[in-house]
């Protein structure tokens, strides 16, 4: 959902906040996933705890898509469309593609938050520390955009080992872009 996001936003696609001031979309910083999982695997939780692994400071989807925006040097949308609404838009055959929006990406959209204690308490026991999601999210924008660049850069000179295509967000993963063949 946030690759989705970026690529709409910086293709200038989106045009609306899914959903409402109070929803938001539940990140964590991969750098953090990442230790606590290679802690997890030194460490194991006790039998049957379970985690729910995301940042309680996720900003709304609205201040999200800002700080996205900002970074992108784009317009970021300001009117919201309510989810339900974009779900049934997301049914009608082609709209997937129209909207380069997958209808499953509408149900990480949340109004509710989660309790994080548990995981505060366990980052703290194994001295892990929150990064700050906002300089991430940031990071991610221009990782983002100079990928793209880069891209575009391969697209049109093309390169020894394959050629780089930019990706269609409503066909590609992120995975998918680049074939040796070409």
Same mark, same amino acid.
């Given at each position: 959902?946030?690759? !989705?996001?970026? @690529?709409?936003?910086?293709? %200038? ?11 938001? #979309? ?17 460490? =194991?939780?006790?039998?049957?705890? !379970? ?11 609205? !201040?999200?898509?800002?700080? /996205? ?9 300001? &009117?919201?469309? =309510? ?13 997937? &593609? /129209? ?10 959209? &949340?109004?509710?938050?989660? @309790? ?15 990064? @700050? #999601?906002?300089?991430? /999210? ?23 080992? %394959? &050629? ?7 066909? @590609?993963?992120?995975? !998918?872009?680049?074939? =040796?063949?070409?």
């Amino acid at each position: 959902p946030l690759y !989705e996001l970026l @690529d709409n936003l910086a293709q %200038g696609r989106l045009h609306g906040i899914p959903g409402s001031p109070a929803h938001w #979309l539940p990140l964590i910083s991969v750098d953090l996933l990442v230790a606590l999982l290679a802690s997890l695997v030194e460490r =194991p939780l006790g039998n049957g705890s !379970e985690l729910l692994a995301l940042d309680p400071h996720s900003p709304s989807l609205g !201040e999200l898509l800002a700080l /996205l925006a900002e970074e992108l040097d784009v317009a970021a949308p300001s &009117r919201y469309v =309510p989810v339900g609404l974009l779900a049934a838009l997301l049914r009608l055959p082609g709209a997937e &593609r /129209l909207l380069h929006s997958r209808r499953e990406s509408l149900a990480f959209i &949340r109004r509710e938050r989660y @309790d994080c204690t548990p995981l505060q308490a366990e980052l703290q026991a194994r001295q892990l520390v929150w990064p @700050d #999601l906002r300089q991430a /999210l940031r990071a991610s924008a221009r990782h983002y955009r100079d990928s793209r660049s880069q891209a575009a850069q391969c697209s049109d000179t093309g390169s020894r080992h %394959g &050629r780089m295509r930019a990706p269609d967000a409503a066909t @590609d993963s992120p995975h !998918e872009r680049f074939d =040796p063949t070409a």
